[in-house]
Each structure stands twice: as C-alpha cells, then as structure tokens.
C-alpha cells in the first residue's frame, strides 16, 4: 500500500476517533461500508501508525483517544504546513466525490478534545463540566451540563443542555469552553422538559416590506421560487440562530435595506422566544 493511501486512511479513523472520542470496528463498518475484516485492518493499521492515541476499552470494544492524541492534534492545528494529521483536524464528515465547491471564513476554532467530550457525554448520558466565558459573564466561571444535542449554526457549534448551576437549558458556545471535563455522574434531565427545545415554531419569512416593489420581487424569486412567503420550521431555542444566519428583520422599522433583505413576518408568534437569555 502506498504511503498517501494509508495516511488517506488513517485520517478517516483518525477523524473518527478525534471528533467522536472513540472509534470501534462496528462504527467503522457503519460509516464507510467496510467488511468486518477490512474495518479490522484500518483499525490494526491505524494503532500501529498512531500506538500513543488509542486506549482499548474490553467493555465498549472501542479504541478510546488518549491524552496524547488530543495534545498531538492540536500542536498539528497550531502548525504552519499541512502534515498527516491535518486530514484528521476537519470534523468529521463522509466522503462525497464530486461535491460542489463551498467557501466559508471560518473564524472560529472548535477544538476536537471539547466537540469529543461533548459527544461522549450524550453518547453515554453522562455530565461535563467546563470553565466557560460568555459576553454577559466575561470571566472564566464553572458550569456543570447535561448536554442533550449537539448543533452548528452559522459559523459556531453549540451544546443545548440542562445547566446546573442556572436549573434551567441553557446554550453554550464550544469554542468559549475550556478545561472540559466527562463526569461520572449520570445525566437525569429530560429532553421532553426543554420546552424552548420541543416547541417547533412556524417562521413566516418575507421579503423586507421597506424595499420596492421590483426589488421584493428580486428577494422572492432568489429565496422563495417566486413565492410571496416561505414558512419555515424551527425549534424555538434556535430561532435568534436562523435569524441572525438569515439577516432577517424581526423589527423592520429599525432593521432596514440594504443590510436587511428578509424579514419575519410573524414576530408577534415569535416574540417570547426572540433573544431568551
């Protein structure tokens, strides 16, 4: 086998156990289609190129990332060239050949050590405690989740969870957390109970009533197929995020063109779940 065949390969288990915090033989046949055999061979391969990163578990029959391997992944994330690990650094997504080109300015880094301790703590219903700084609270201060899901939107991930310390659910920014830590103790809180989480609003999105009319019709023929409206589902925690990605207006006489070219048209449905704190 060729070198860049194996390093192509051992960046997909790489990228796997990086993100998830762990990587099994089963995950492997899930994800890439591999016979058991195969999938065992990326496995055997993958610990001989990288003995440090990987931990057995005999109870979860998973290789678990160690210490090292985060340590070693962000040195490769602070370097200035591309090296074996880089492939292993972009989170992880399945191959699509031929995929069209994207292009993004992305800002804000998400460490693979916090995005796999978040993931393990769902995975295994169990709590995280952090040091987190928000904007409100600038300082780095504790908090104790029971994380629930995990998303991206616009440029950032987030973690929706039961927070300890405020008894209530709260998001929280990945790239603001720091010191993550997987607890014993088990998680108890209840998706069902997020309220903010479970209610689906219906967001009636129009073009911006402040622009002309051949200008509306520009906005409606780009985002709603000529449409006069698009009504889009979405759970109430994540409105202020499809607001702000959509740059949509939920105050039109403030908000206005050229920055706005959308607006919510039924903000009064909106409006309790609009900037909760």
Known sequence: ????????????????????????????????????????????????????????????????????????????????????????????????????????????????????????????????????????????????????SLLRAGRRWHVRGYCLQRQAFRDFVLGRMSKVQLLSEPSEADIATDNAWSTVLQVRLVAHPKLSTAQQLVVRNEYFNGASARIESCRAALLNYMVQELMAATDVDRQIPPDYQLAVENTEECRQWLFMT
């Open 1 to 148: 086998m060729s070198i860049e065949r194996r390093q192509e390969r051992d960046a997909k288990v790489g990228r796997i156990l990086l993100w998830e915090g762990r990587v099994s033989r089963s995950r492997l046949i899930a994800e890439y289609g591999l016979s058991p055999i195969r999938a065992s061979e990326w496995l055997r391969d993958f610990r001989e190129s990288y003995p440090e990163w990987v931990a057995w578990d005999s109870k979860l029959k998973a290789d678990l990332a160690t210490s090292r391997a985060y340590s070693d992944a962000e040195r490769a994330a602070k370097a200035s060239r591309p090296n074996a690990i880089s492939a292993m650094l972009v989170p992880y997504a399945p191959d699509a050949p031929g995929r069209p080109l994207s292009i993004s300015w992305d800002f804000v880094y998400t460490s693979p050590r916090t995005f796999s301790r978040i993931n393990l703590a769902m995975a295994d219903r169990l709590r995280v405690k952090f040091l987190y700084c928000s904007m409100n609270n600038p300082e780095p201060h504790e908090r104790t989740i029971e994380p629930h």
